[in-house]
């Protein structure tokens, strides 16, 4: 079955980079964009980016353009996300999902905590 | 960018009700849009896709509809397995959005 497993929850301090992974399985990874998006506490869902897992190509929000980074490895089939200059507002699970025009199926969610 | 606004937000209701959850967009998507559930602790789930059709494996109390500006959600017999929070989410444009969400609780 298809699986996107991501890597495990990370505590950083404002101003630090955090880095996500998100190994896939169970399909071909180039076939699919792979999305990401976060859940800050108790709010809703809020898209961030994508990469097309083919040729690499991403799309990212105005939001985060300008700290967010979304590359692929598709000899690990997996695609990772990084965001710079943390804030307590990033305070966030960050979620990859497959693309295959809606999101399904999606990681379990990685726990980012930005902290002094 | 598309705004989705979801009614109620939250939603108390028995077992076997019918629960309706209505998800309205700024502007025209056709059928662009998917529902996801999410349960506490847990990843969204698809629910339905391009408005009306049931993803495989999810129960067949479940359906949506509408078009355009105006979709439904309906649980047609609500099990005490349905406490969630339901998304609406659109996929006629980038920036992809999402609802606000409606938390549904049982009496």
């Known amino acids: 079955q298809v699986q996107l497993v991501q890597s495990g929850a990370e505590v950083k301090k404002p101003g630090a980079s955090v880095k996500i992974s998100c190994q896939t399985s169970?399909?071909?990874?180039?076939?699919?964009?792979i999305q990401w998006v976060r859940q800050a506490p108790g709010q809703s869902l809020e898209w961030m980016g994508w990469v097309n897992a083919g040729n690499g190509g991403t799309k990212y929000s105005q939001k985060f353009q300008d700290r967010l980074t979304i590359t692929r490895d598709t000899s690990a089939s997996t695609a990772y996300m990084e965001l710079t200059s943390l804030t307590s507002e990033d305070t966030a699970v960050y979620y990859c999902?497959?693309?295959?025009?809606?999101?399904?199926?999606w990681g379990q969610g990685t726990l980012v905590t930005v902290s002094s | 960018d598309i705004q989705l606004t979801q009614s109620p937000s939250v939603l108390s209701a028995s077992v076997g009700d019918r629960v309706i959850i209505a998800c309205r967009a700024s502007q025209g998507i056709s059928t662009y849009l998917a529902w996801y559930q999410q349960k506490p602790g847990k990843a969204p789930q698809v629910l339905i896709y391009?408005?009306?059709t049931l993803q495989s494996g999810v129960p067949s109390r479940f359906s949506g509809s509408g078009s355009g500006t105006e979709f439904t959600l309906t649980i047609s017999s609500l099990q005490p397995e349905d406490v969630a929070t339901y998304y609406c989410q659109q996929f006629k444009s980038y920036p992809i959005t999402f609802g606000q969400g409606t938390r549904l609780e049982i009496k």
């Open positions: 999902a497959r693309d295959v025009i809606w999101f399904d199926p």
């Open positions: 169970g399909y071909t990874f180039s076939r699919n964009a």
């Open positions: 391009t408005a009306a």
